[in-house]
Structures are given as C-alpha cells and as structure tokens.
C-alpha cells in the first residue's frame, strides 16, 4: 500500500531535549516536505527536499533540521525544542505537485 | 508574498443542505489548485486538485470545484451535504514559479454537518 508513515504518533517532551520525528514513504518520490499546523494558521511548510541530499527552508524552518541521506526517508529533527514548537506536525510526499501526507505527529514541549 | 484565503472559518449545515467554501489566492502567476479534507483525527486526504484544462472539476465524494482565473478563485461545492462531511477543508496552492512543489495553505474551514 502506498502511504507516508510518520513516528512516533504523539510525543510529549521536555524544553531543550533533544528528539527527531522519522517520515518515511514508499512510492518512490523525490520531493518530500515537513509542514506544522496550528489553529487558526493552516499547514506552513518548514522544510522541503527535492531530492536526496538537496533540501531547504520553508516558511517556519528556526528551530528545526532536516536530512535527507536516502530517497524514502526525511526525518525532522529539533535539537533544542521550545514551548512554542508544540504542535501537530505533517510529512508529505509528491509526484507532479499531489502531495500525500502522513498521520502526523502530535508534539507537546513543556 | 503568496497567500491563500478562505473567508468561512466556521460553517454549520444541516444534511442535504448545498455547501460553497470559498477560496481566494494570491499569485498572478500560473498554479496548481488543491481542496484537501481532514476528518476528525485523520491526516489530510486530497479531495481534488486542478492542474490545467477543464476549470470545473470534480472530486471524491460529490464534490467538486471551479477555477475562476480572472477572480484568483478557487471554490468548493456540493450539492447536498452529509452528517459524515464533517470536517475542517483546506484549500491549497502550488505556484509553479520554481521547480517546487511548495504548497501555501489556507487557515482551513471548519464545516459541521448537524443530521
């Protein structure tokens, strides 16, 4: 089955330790993409890659990194997460502008 | 910079009522259109897009959307709702000024669907 997975599902940590979110999809595309929502904003986009090895920023990327070492896999990394970063996060994956979106992660930071 | 809006940020119908949410975007430039849907707990689904050609498109589910060019326009309609479209609706837009495949959001509506 095509899909975009995302772990962990929810998570609740601690102001300044440091946690990666993995985003991984199995249909073979090149652009991937790490979107936040929040009420009342919509999805904004925090970083994209187009493929292995070339990514960059969004409209929302302070605070956050991104790799992409393999074409399946694009984890989302906050190296010192803050209260502000609470928030329900998407990975997507495209082919020709479609985007498919993961079940999201469910960060809270206290 | 881009943006998208979506002026209905709450929308109540009762079933079998007609639903139109709007949509506006702006960005004179050629674009790729999309409405997603968000359930309650689930992650979003594309409902239907517009890349080119025919500016009425139809979707998943009965519904379907009209591109107005000359208004940035991008609205969604159906018919006769349902209890099960209860949800909050997205509207998207890629423009296609690069090679990305960035898509800008709306603030989302929230639609509630009373049986």
């Known amino acids: 089955e095509a899909q975009v997975t995302q772990n962990p599902r929810y998570l609740i940590t601690v102001t300044g330790k440091k946690l990666t979110v993995t985003c991984s999809q199995n249909?073979?595309?090149?652009?991937m993409s790490w979107y936040r929502q929040d009420p009342g904003l919509g999805l904004r986009q925090i970083y994209y890659?187009?493929?292995?090895?070339?990514?960059d920023k969004g409209d929302v990327p302070e605070g956050y990194k991104v790799s992409r070492k393999e074409k399946r896999n694009f984890p989302l990394i906050l190296e010192s997460p803050s209260p502000n970063q609470t928030s329900l996060y998407f990975c997507?994956?495209?082919?020709?502008?479609?985007?498919?979106f993961g079940p999201g992660t469910r960060l809270t930071v206290t | 910079a881009q943006s998208v809006s979506q002026h209905n940020h709450h929308v109540i119908l009762s079933e079998a009522a007609s639903l139109e949410l709007g949509c506006n975007y702006s960005?004179?430039?050629?674009?790729?259109l999309f409405w997603y849907v968000q359930y309650p707990g689930q992650h979003l689904q594309l409902l239907l897009k517009y890349f080119s050609g025919d500016p009425l498109v139809k979707g998943i589910k009965g519904f379907e959307a009209e591109f107005i060019k000359s208004k940035f326009s991008f609205n969604l309609r159906k018919p006769s709702v349902q209890w099960s479209d209860t949800a909050e609706y997205f509207c998207a837009v890629n423009p296609l000024m690069d090679s990305s495949y960035k898509l800008i959001f709306g603030s989302g509506t929230r639609l509630l669907v009373r049986p």
């Open positions: 890659s187009m493929n292995v090895e070339v990514t």
């Open positions: 249909m073979n595309h090149e652009y």
């Open positions: 997507a994956s495209s082919l020709y502008g479609e985007q498919y």
């Open positions: 960005y004179g430039g050629t674009v790729n």
